[in-house]
Nanobody, 124 residues
Framework: QLQFVESGGGLVQPGGSLRLSCAASGFTLANNDIGWFRQAPGKEREGVSC????????NYADSVKGRFTISRDNAKNTVYLQMNSLKPEDTAVYYCAMKGGYGCSGSTTDFSSWGQGTQVTVSS
């Protein structure tokens, strides 16, 4: 059983928008900080954004600041990543994952219970 199910990816033109959803399975999402990561072809998985369990604190990679917004709806056990002004370099498989303890980070080693990923392709 997957801990997270990512959805919402697809093919979009540069400048377009997508909203990714990360639905938790098997645990209460509100008990954990949640991160979004992405992995482009030939690249290591990198942190994109992270949100605290209450949603009161968020972190973003410099490359996505001002364009991406992470949010959560704990009542729906779901975390979202709104992606605007998409660029070709945003093309990647996007994953969500759970962080142990307190405090967001962008390091894959701090996260567990990865989802299967959803493909985002930004191309004309």
């Amino acid at each position: 059983q997957l801990q997270f199910v990512e959805s919402g990816g697809g093919l979009v033109q540069p400048g377009g928008s997508l909203r990714l959803s990360c639905a938790a399975s098997g645990f209460t999402l509100a008990n954990n900080d949640i991160g979004w990561f992405r992995q482009a072809p030939g690249k290591e998985r990198e942190g994109v954004s992270c949100i605290s369990r209450s949603g009161g604190s968020t972190n973003y990679a410099d490359s996505v600041k001002g364009r991406f917004t992470i949010s959560r709806d704990n009542a729906k056990n779901t975390v979202y990543l709104q992606m605007n002004s998409l660029k070709p370099e945003d093309t990647a498989v996007y994953y969500c994952a759970m962080k142990g303890g307190y405090g967001c980070s962008g390091s894959t080693t701090d996260f567990s219970s990865w989802g299967q990923g959803t493909q985002v392709t930004v191309s004309s």
